[in-house]
């Protein structure tokens, strides 16, 4: 083996060790940099490649927070705020569902109220008159239902209701045909579920009767009018044909015919009436009407007879008794 290979120590040079005269100072200059009064540059610190070298794909900063995975999360912060953000979305979930059982409900129960109260019918009138026109309004529901559809069981030919469940005449009313109704709606929910409301309808009755007359004179005298002379008239106005009957004190001095003529029956007598005030009740299917007619009688005088005298002066009168005079 070459001596100088394993003797390191020769090939290095000697160590410069000052001597006794050197000087102990030391010279700054020569082993130190004088540092310059220039601010340092900033230190500026790049997230993105932190995050890259420590395997993060990207700045949290720029992922919204509910797509921020446990990954993303060095500090362990993230796991929390998720949960807080879990569970507000949890709460608003179930009020959510709360409201809409709510409201589910308080419709449910409206819909009941509303198709309860459709089948509630309210008749207008105690009773109408058999003169109402057509579309007279009879009846009425207290709502109009939603999905509520209406009918009637029999409308008699004579009413009819339409889909607000108001119920009207499509035809006349006739008292002397029917005097009552009795009527069932039928109430038919959504669900095809119906209700039947039974209500009744009366008809009142209005005279179609009516009647005037005419006396032939203003008097009638005992001893001329004859048996069988017409006294008066009677007028009506009817659907069917009317019959007549005399009443009241004095009748039976008079008959009428089925003309409604009134004539004499038997002599007037004056000292018996001087005014007779007939009723003549008139009739006409179901209806009557009464009509006054007044007779007046005039009394029978025995005759005046005068005697008259005259000259050539002048003219006297004179009355004598009646039998002087034959």
Do not use: C, W
């Not at 709360?98 to 509630?120: F, H, L």
């Not at 209406?150 to 009313?173: Q, R, S, W």
């Not at 009767?209 to 004859?226: C, D, I, P, Y």
């Not at 007044?294 to 009394?299: D, K, S, T, W």
């Amino acid at each position: 083996m070459d001596s100088t290979e394993e003797s390191p120590a020769a090939d290095s040079e000697p160590l410069d060790v000052g001597t006794e005269g050197d000087s102990s100072e030391v010279d700054l200059n020569d082993e130190f940099t004088e540092v310059s009064e220039q601010e340092e540059p900033e230190i500026e610190i790049d997230e993105n490649s932190l995050l890259t070298d420590a395997g993060i794909s990207d700045n949290s900063s720029n992922v919204a927070p509910d797509q921020l995975t446990t990954s993303d999360d060095i500090g362990g912060e993230l796991g929390g705020d998720l949960f807080e953000i879990e569970q507000e979305e949890e709460d608003a979930v179930e009020e959510t569902t709360d409201e809409v059982q709510d409201t589910t409900s308080e419709t449910v129960q409206q819909e009941a109220i509303e198709e309860k109260m459709a089948a509630n019918v309210t008749v207008r009138a105690e009773s109408f008159v058999e003169s109402s026109p057509k579309n007279t309004l009879i009846a009425t529901t207290a709502v109009e239902g939603q999905g509520v559809t209406y009918a009637l069981e029999n409308d008699f030919g004579v009413f009819k209701v339409n889909k607000k469940g108001k119920i009207k005449t499509k035809g006349f009313l006739d008292f002397e045909t029917t005097q009552q109704y009795d009527l069932v709606l039928l109430v038919t929910n959504k669900r095809g579920e119906v209700t039947r409301v039974p209500f009744r309808v009366d008809v009142a009755d209005v005279s179609e009767l009516s009647a005037s007359h005419t006396v032939r004179k203003n008097a009638f005298h005992e001893g001329t009018t004859q048996v069988g002379s017409i006294v008066a008239d009677i007028l009506p106005v009817a659907d069917e044909t009317p019959t007549y009957e005399l009443t009241g004190a004095g009748s039976e001095y008079f008959r009428i015919n089925n003309n409604g003529k009134i004539k004499v029956d038997q002599p007037l007598d004056f000292s018996a009436f001087q005014t007779i005030e007939l009723q003549v009740v008139i009739t006409s299917g179901t209806e009557s009407t009464t009509e006054t007619v007044v007779i007046n009688v005039q009394e029978n005088l025995s005759p005046d007879f005068t005697h008259t005298l005259s000259n050539a002066n002048g003219v006297f009168s004179k009355a004598l008794p009646l039998e002087r005079l034959f």
